[in-house]
C-alpha cells in the first residue's frame, strides 16, 4: 500500500483518431494527482465529483458506465447517471456488447436488457456498427484492442465506475470499466481475455487465460484507449454495494459483505483505483476479508503495478476529503 496524504476540505474522514472539431492538448502529467472523496453514496455527492473534473472533458462526452445484466442489484441507479448526463450536455452513455454468454451478446439482447433494468436514456452501443482497432503502444502482450466503432464519434471520455469485486480482475475498477467495458463485444474482448484466436471464445471462461497476464492485457487495453483520448477523460468511482463479483453476474452476485465507503473523482485513471483498493484494505478484518481475498487470489493488484510500469498514472495521490 501507498502512503497518502489526507487533506481536510469538510468533515474528517474518520475511515481510513479524434475528432477535428475543437483542438486537442494533451495534460501535463502530475506527480501526485488528486482525488476527491465523499463518504455518502448519494445523487447529489456524484454531481459533485463530476463537477470536480468536468474541465478535462470538452465536446461530445461518452459516459462509460455498467448497466448491468437483467435484473442486476448493484448497478448505479439509472437515475444518478441521468443527472450527470443533465449536467454535461453533450453526453451519452456507451456500452458494447459482451463476450460470454448473456442477452447483452447481440445489440437486441442489450437493448432489452437496458429497459428491464430502467434506463431510460438512450444508450450507445458502441459496437452496433462494428469495431475499430487503436494501436497499443508499448504495451506488455497486445499490440492493438478492437473497440466499438461509434467510440470515435466521441471527443471525451467519463469513466463512470461501480467499484466491487470481479471474478477475473480480483477487482473492477475505472481500468476494467474501459479495459473491457470499451473492447468490442467479439473480437476486442477475446483480445483483452486472451481467447481472440480460432476457436478460443468457445472454451468456457473457467478455462481462459487469467492472473497477471489478464491484468497486464487489460492495462494494455486501457492504454490503448486512454491514448486516443489524449487525457480528455475523467474518472469517477462509486463504492457502493460491493459484491466480490462484477454487475456482469446480476442476480448471481454474492450479497456484499464490505460497508458502502463512497464516491471518489480524478483524472488519473491509476491513482483513483489505487485509492479505492487502499481504502478497501483499511477496513476492519471483517469487512474487507472477502473482497480482499477476491483481489489476491486472482492476482488483482497487478493492474496497478501494470499501470504503473505502461505510465498511465500514479501511485502516489493526495486524497481531499469533500464530505
Known sequence: MHRREFL????????????????RVA?????????????????????????????????????????????????????WVEAVMADLPGSAIVECNVLYKSPRQTTEGHRETLAINGWRAKV?????????????????????VAVGKNLLTYESLLILTHFKGHGMGGFGGSLKNIAIGIASGRLGKAQVHGVAGPGESERPTSEWPRGEVFMENMADSGKAILDHFLNHYACINVMRRMSVRCDCAGVKAEPPTAPDLGIMASTNILAIDQACVDMIYDLPEEQKKDLVERIESRKGLRQLSAMEELGMGSRKYRLVVEG
Request: proline letters at 9%; one cysteine or more; hydrophobic letters at 40%.
Open 8 to 23: 481536510k476540505t469538510g468533515a474528517l474522514l474518520g475511515l481510513m483518431t479524434s475528432l477535428p472539431m475543437l483542438p
Open 124 to 144: 450507445d452501443i458502441l459496437d452496433e456498427a462494428g469495431d475499430v482497432s487503436l494501436p497499443v503502444r508499448n504495451g506488455f502482450h497486445l499490440k492493438e
Open 27 to 79: 495534460f501535463a502529467a502530475e506527480s501526485e494527482p488528486t482525488v476527491w472523496y465523499w463518504k455518502d453514496c448519494t445523487e447529489a455527492n456524484l454531481i459533485k465529483a463530476v463537477n470536480k473534473v468536468k474541465s478535462r472533458l470538452q465536446g461530445k462526452t461518452a459516459i462509460k458506465v455498467h448497466t448491468g445484466e437483467p435484473h442486476g442489484p448493484n448497478i448505479i441507479p439509472p437515475q
